[in-house]
């Protein structure tokens, strides 16, 4: 830990722990000590640690191809960009390293869009106040959060925000400058706010009567987190552009933006690359994580382990006065508490529970979506003993 603190920037403040082994929903320390892991390295390792089939996988290619660019063609990538396109409203894929890569592939595939094939002076993007889109600099002016952007200005030209599941607020913010609206189905990082059930659908109303994009940022909630493939999918309507990164390969750094031909064709060779995208490795543990999920029932598990997960907090909210509200879906669930967060994942950690903490006051909550009644029972009872006498 001396060693890290010495020698790596500070940009995150660390427990003071040091992980070394994973296995399915628990970690290891240094010292040996395990730990029942509900963060999934932030809702990223969705099947678990070391998921025998993304290993696997893995390792196969590493024996045949790490790398080539995409000056050439590969087998993985256009097995994963098939499986995205085929259970998704999406006919068309790009392939990145992040989230953050990925959102910018999206505002930059909507400027290009627009500037061809709408009318040259419509550039402007409308984000949500509370969202979170990422840390570049494009991606730090998309999240309409203050405490991202305080120190970076100036920041980009052309983004406006509304409240999020305000529909007037939205409707009004359009001007012959806007070209899309950009959002999270549900906001992660602003602490697990899920819009109204219909919300969703008019902003797909409201693009469509203005002749705009929705893009949708499904990098936290997409890959199974809510229950579905895509959280876009409850809503049933299908966006012009999605955005997914954090679960797509289980751990392994992998992005993808996602569009419709329509909007696709705005793109060309030279207008936006990437060296490492579609890079081999990645593709193997995204297709290897695809089939998993679709194959071995962990949307259903998900959706039931929710459902669970959400009706023993409820009654944990029940006990405690300082829980002052629980909400889901799926298994991006959150506790908003009435006193800061940090010390109740400091004592959860102590216990051998990981948990995180957003926004100061609300515990948030992305275990893998492999996880057991029991493993569920588990952390309850370790909530449940911290929270006590708080
Ligand atoms: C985590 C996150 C991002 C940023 O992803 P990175 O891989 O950290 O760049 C963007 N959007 C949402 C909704 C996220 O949760």
Same mark, same amino acid.
């Given at each position: 830990?001396?060693?890290?603190? *010495? ?14 082994? @994973? ?10 000590? #395990? ?24 390792? *196969? ?15 993985? =990538?256009? #097995?994963?960009? %098939? ?24 505002? $930059? ?35 309409? =959060?203050?405490?991202?952007?305080? @120190? ?74 809510? @229950? ?6 409850? %809503? ?28 696709? $064709? ?7 690359? %990437? ?20 194959? #071995? ?5 998900? =959706? ?7 009706? $023993? ?5 029940? $006990? ?71």
């Amino acid at each position: 830990m001396a060693l890290a603190d *010495k020698n790596i920037m500070n940009t995150y403040k660390r427990s003071p722990i040091a992980l070394t082994k @994973g296995k399915g929903t628990r970690l290891w320390d240094a010292s040996g000590k #395990e730990y029942l892991d509900f963060v999934a390295g932030i809702a990223v390792c969705n099947l678990g640690h070391s998921h025998p089939n993304v290993v696997k996988a893995i390792r *196969k290619q590493l024996k045949n191809l790490m790398h080539v660019s995409n000056l050439y063609y590969t087998q993985p =990538q256009a #097995e994963v960009a %098939s499986l995205l396109t085929k259970y998704s409203f999406a006919d068309k894929a790009f392939f990145c390293n992040s989230g953050a890569e990925a959102n910018e592939a999206a505002i $930059k595939l909507a400027r290009k869009y627009a500037h061809e094939y709408l009318d040259a002076d419509k550039f402007e993007l409308i984000t949500m106040k509370d969202s979170f889109h990422g840390r570049t600099m494009a991606t730090i002016t998309a999240t309409g =959060q203050e405490k991202f952007q305080f @120190g970076f200005t100036p920041l980009l030209e052309g983004f406006t925000y509304a409240p999020f599941n305000d529909l007037v607020a939205l409707e009004s913010a359009i001007t012959p400058k806007t070209c899309g609206i950009m959002l999270e189905p549900i906001q992660g990082e602003g602490g697990v706010i899920i819009p109204d059930e219909k919300y969703l659908a008019q902003v797909r109303n409201i693009c469509n009567r203005h002749k705009i994009l929705m893009i949708v940022d499904e990098v936290q909630t997409g890959i199974g987190r809510t @229950g579905k493939l895509f959280a876009y999918e409850y %809503s049933g309507i299908q966006p012009d552009i999605m955005t997914l990164a954090k679960a797509l390969g289980n751990g392994f750094p992998v992005g993808a933006m996602l569009a419709t031909h329509e909007i696709a $064709k705005a793109f060309s060779p030279g207008n936006h690359a %990437s060296t490492f995208g579609g890079n081999l490795l990645a593709m193997a543990a995204a297709k290897a994580t695809l089939k998993t999920m679709l194959d #071995e029932g962990i949307l259903e598990n998900c =959706q039931k382990m929710g459902d669970y997960f959400l009706t $023993k907090l409820q009654a944990l909210k029940a $006990k405690h006065a300082i829980i002052s509200g629980v909400r889901g879906k799926g298994l991006m669930l959150a506790c908003a508490l009435t006193i800061e967060g940090a010390d109740i994942v400091k004592s959860c950690q102590e216990r051998g529970l990981l948990i995180n903490c957003t926004g100061g006051k609300t515990l948030r909550f992305v275990p893998p979506l492999i996880i057991t009644q029991s493993d569920i029972d588990a952390a309850i009872a370790i909530l449940d003993d911290v929270m006590e006498g708080k």
